[in-house]
Every structure is written in C-alpha cells, then in structure tokens.
C-alpha cells in the first residue's frame, strides 16, 4: 500500500478540491467550477503565494535563519505568511489598513503576528500600508518584506501549483475563467499558465466598485468610482503579477450582487465563502451567459464567510450598509 501523506505546513497548501456548482451550473447550462482555496490551512488562495514567497526568500538569501517577514496586506496574505513563520521558525509582522474585519486582525494576533494597523490613505500617502510595510522592513534587523504586489513568486505560485491543478481536475476541458484581482497574483499566475494550455480559453476579470482595473483593461486608463464591501480585492495600479495576466476582458460587479450571491451559493450549495470568491462566481455566471450553453467555467474560491461574519453575513451590519439580500433566483445578475 502506498501512503497519502502530506509533510508539514509546506505540503499541507494547495492540492484543493475543484467544486461543480451544481444550482448555478444548472441555472445556465454551463459547468461552473469553483476552486476550493478556502481549503487551504490558512483558509486562503494567499497560503500558496506566502509559501512560495518565503520559500524563494530562503533560497535567494533574502530570508535569513531567525529572520523576520514583514508585509502589507489586506489580511489573508499576512495568514499564510504567520503561518509559514511559525512553521519555519521566523517572525512575523504585518502591516494593514484598519478597515478590514476584525475576524482577520484578532486571528492575525491569535497566530503570534505582531499586527501594526494604518488609516486607509491613497497608495500615494506614505502612511498607506505598503510604504508603512517596506519602512518597517528597513528599520528592523534581518527582515524581509515580502511585497506581495511587486514580487512574482506570487504569480509564480499559481502558475507552478493552482493553474496546473485546474487543468489536471478539469481533465483539460476548460473553455473560460474568471476570477478578481488583489496584488493580481491569482489571475497572473492562472490565466498565464491556462492560455499556453490551450489559447482558446477566454480569460476574463472581474472588478469590484471602486477598483480601477476594469477601466484600465477596457480603456487603458485607471479611473475608479465609490468604494466596496469586498475584502483584499480592487486594486487602482497595474502591478508586476496582474501585468502576466493574458486577458480577453473584464465584468464589472456590485456589491449588492456579492452579497445576494453569497446567499444563493449558502443556500443552494451549502458554500459559505467570502466576498471574493462570491465576486468570482458572479463573473462566472456573466462569463457563462456570454460563451453560451455547454461550456466549462472555472474561478476560484479564495476564503470561507467565517472571516466576514460579522460583516456581510451580518443583517444589521447589511442594513447600515443599505444592503440586503432579496433575490430569489439569479435576476441580481445583470450582463
Ligand atoms: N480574495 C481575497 C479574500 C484576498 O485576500 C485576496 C488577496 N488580497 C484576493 C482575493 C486576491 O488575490 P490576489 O492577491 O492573488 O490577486
């Protein structure tokens, strides 16, 4: 008998289950397929960049026995990266803006990360969590910033382990995918990968409120407007990893729409995600109804609705926010 074991922290990331949809699959004739990155032992798409991330830090020197990884994040990748720290005997300290959920922050504190917190400033303002991050990786002794948005094992981590696994569990028959974009990291690394599989295979993104990478794709200029409930994703810069992204084109998605498919897919599937994720089958559906009955879509699935209870599974959070959830089907989606 051979054994199905799995090493540690490092070979317990990735290896996620590829889930049929099965109500919005039969909703639109298509397979929707959704990568389940909640999965992951930091519950994030993000343990696979914070591996890589340190992994490549370890063997370029930049990560020193003892040392410590600092990073801006928007919460998930500052997980994985706490994780990896612990699992490989570094120190972790991460930098994010204090508008995220407070799920995140006291899990954060909980995995032994000291946690520093920012007023969420423009990317231009120096106390924005990015500067705030590299500042800090200067200041202490033996650190390393991992600059999620600007290095490419992030990317790199899809392309090597999320977009070949896609392929493998979809037997190769994959006509689209979508999916948002943080550092972009995610759609850089899997739409790369997937068009050198097979060009065929439409690639789209899709943006929240507030983000300008849907005007930038569609008009080449950075033009964003309003703000989001979504958590880590939007983004109003081309960054290193989502520039590797091969892209056909992009949806837009509100979040009225998050949440009401967040609801659907609870209801229907018994899938509790975030507001990513629910943002990605969104895109899934459009991406469906355009190519027509038949086809194959995959996205991903990046964190669980644990991390937004108190947020978007929240009425009374909702409710100041001027959202609830009505639909009974999917009319919520316009195309
Ligand atoms: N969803 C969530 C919940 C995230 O935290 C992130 C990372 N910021 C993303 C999606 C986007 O992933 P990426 O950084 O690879 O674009």
Redesign the pocket.
Known sequence: MTSDIRIGFTESVGNTPLIKIESLSEATGCTILGKAEFLNPGG???DR?ALYMVLEAERTGALKAGGTIVEG?????GIGLSLVANARGYRAVIVMPNNQSQEKIDLLRALGAEVELTNPVPFSNPEHFYHTAQRRSQELANAFWAN??ENIS??EA?YQTTAPEIWRQAGGEIDGVV???????????VTAYLKEQNPKIATYLIDPTGSGLYSYLTTGEFKAEGSSI????GINRATA??NRAKLDGAFRGTDQQVIEMAQYLLKHDGLFV????AL?VIGAVKLARKLGKGHTIAT?L??GGG?YQSRMYNPEWLAEKGLTPVAKGLEFIDD
Do not use: L, P
């Open positions: 994030s798409v993000k960049a994040t928007a919460g998930n990748t999620q948005f992030n990317s899809h999916m948002s974009s943080g550092t972009g990291g995610t759609i850089g690394g979504t958590e880590g994703i990893n989502f975030g507001s990513s994720a990605n991903i990046c964190d991390r």
